[in-house]
């Protein structure tokens, strides 16, 4: 069974930064796509970021030039460096984990909160 757990959220001022980190186990994860997502209240679910297993990504629109998808498969290991957070990043951040042959999630972690205060 996979399971993936977040950590490295919390409360922040706007401008200010945090890393989060998702743990994988129960699988290696050097051969899969993986992803952050976020869920703010009222909104849905939507990609922030994306990383092939050949290390290419992906971004929102929205988080362009200020989050970085990492991954270290060594550790098995997906992270997100968040900088000059903003009030509209405030938000329920989910890693999860893609299907090696096509487009869908397979698995997703359970979620941590990023609080930014203006």
């Known amino acids: 069974q996979v399971q993936l ?3 490295g959220g919390g409360l922040v001022q706007a401008g200010g930064s945090l890393r989060l980190s998702c743990a994988a186990s ?4 050097s051969s899969n796509r993986m992803g952050w997502f976020r869920q703010a209240p009222g909104k849905q ?3 922030v970021a994306d990383i092939t297993s050949g290390g290419s990504t992906n971004y929102a629109d929205s988080v362009k030039g200020r989050f970085t998808i990492s991954r ?3 550790q098995n290991t ?3 460096q968040m900088n000059t957070l903003k009030p509209e990043d405030t938000a329920v951040y989910y ?3 893609g299907s090696i042959w096509g487009s ?3 698995y997703w972690g359970q979620g941590t ?4 205060s203006s």
């Open 5 to 7: 757990v977040e950590s």
């Open 26 to 29: 129960g699988r290696t994860i």
């Open 45 to 47: 679910r939507e990609l």
């Open 72 to 74: 270290d498969n060594a």
């Open 78 to 80: 997906l992270y997100l």
């Open 95 to 97: 890693c999860a984990l």
């Open 104 to 106: 869908s999630w397979l």
């Open 113 to 116: 909160q990023v609080t930014v």
